[in-house]
């Protein structure tokens, strides 16, 4: 095969990252093992406990309680499939805001529950008075999101914990982005802030982890319960994941990464992106662009779409809001010299889109 993956000195737009060195060591050694059979396996499967109580620490957890999944999209969908289990209703529904991940429409489609999207307010956050408009008897979880994949926002977590409570629903915080930043902020938004349920917080993004490390946490391990079935053929007795066959590679570059990292090298990772994404979002506005501020390290900014076609046409891998602006998010790989070659880039178009046409005449 002659293929190269391709680097990351361009790439603006993704959520994933260059893995740490000591991950990329510990996924290429476990890249054989499946955690999904801990019988066979159980150097990994200490491995995933090892995992599961740093992301609790992380996420303020207490009693440790969750598994390594393949990423957010897994991770949400268990947690609606938690939620319609422990929910005494036959036409259940989960509350979101439209800012919610897309993977909630892949669960309720698959799970036969009701999607009900409720709109955000004017800073990009979950609108609590059309939360409590939209929840009922009938609802069976609560979804906000600490760090929007959009605008990098993170919803009042613990007065939806409280909408949540009013109908005896769960609460769910997807934070599979946002959850390796947020310590290092003033938002409340875990376990240990609101009566949180469930939650989604993947390290093979700003974790640093080799790809897939996704994490699903749970309050106490009676909701993985809800997930169990028997595995008759195995060493184990039952199974609560969604896949069978898992990844040992991604569980243990996850712990390598956060052995590694946290809590201070992610402190230093995340004040090295939130400070290039306030840069970034300097130099925007001074060129005249309308810019949402970045509550995290991700910038929004109002380009118009022949600029944003033309830099992705000199190989900027950037993406675009529903609403239409552009998509930069500051993780570990983007350096301050690459945003600095992004603007200059976006300085000589702007100049040569300035310069006005020669007539025939």
Not at 166 to 190: E, Q
Not at 200 to 205: E, L, R
Request: charged letters at 25%; aromatic letters at 6%.
């Amino acid at each position: 095969m002659q293929s190269e993956p391709q680097a990351f000195d361009r790439v603006l737009s993704s959520m994933c990252t260059d893995p740490h060195p000591a991950a990329r060591d510990a996924a290429e050694r476990f890249l054989a093992t499946n955690p999904g059979d801990p019988g066979s396996y159980p150097a990994v499967a200490a491995l995933e406990d090892d995992a599961i109580e740093l992301l609790s620490d992380i996420a303020g957890l207490d009693e440790p309680a969750g598994y390594i999944t393949s990423g957010g999209t897994e991770a949400n969908i268990q947690a609606v499939r938690i939620a319609r289990e422990r929910a005494d209703s036959r036409t259940p529904n989960v509350v979101m805001p439209d800012s919610g991940h897309f993977s909630f429409r892949k669960a309720a489609d698959l799970l036969g529950v009701e999607l009900r999207i409720v709109p955000t307010d004017d800073d990009h956050r979950a609108d609590l008075a059309a939360v409590r408009s939209a929840v009922d008897d009938d609802t069976a979880a609560v979804v906000g999101v600490a760090g929007t994949t959009e605008y990098g926002r993170v919803d009042p977590i613990p007065e939806l914990s409280r909408l949540a409570r009013s109908v005896d629903a769960t609460l769910h915080v997807d934070a599979a982005w946002g959850g390796f930043v947020l310590p290092f902020t003033d938002y409340d938004w875990h376990f240990g802030h609101a009566a949180v349920d469930t939650m989604s917080i993947d390290p093979h993004k700003m974790g640093q982890a080799a790809v897939p490390a996704g994490g699903l946490l749970v309050r106490s391990p009676d909701l993985l319960d809800e997930l169990a079935v028997d595995t008759p053929y195995l060493e184990s007795t039952s199974q609560a994941t969604l896949t069978g066959t898992r990844s040992g590679a991604g569980v243990a570059s996850a712990v390598a990464a956060m052995e590694e990292l946290w809590p201070e090298g992610y402190r230093r990772q995340y004040g090295r992106s939130q400070n290039n994404a306030e840069w970034l979002a300097d130099a925007l506005e001074k060129r005249g662009y309308a810019v949402a501020e970045p509550a995290l390290p991700l910038v929004a900014a109002d380009v118009p779409r022949s600029t944003f076609d033309a830099l992705r046409a000199n190989g900027w891998r950037i993406s675009r809001t529903a609403t239409g602006e552009l998509r930069v998010v500051c993780m570990p790989h983007v350096s301050r010299e690459m945003l600095a070659s992004f603007i200059g880039d976006l300085d000589r178009l702007e100049v040569r889109a300035s310069v006005p046409v020669a007539s025939d005449d």
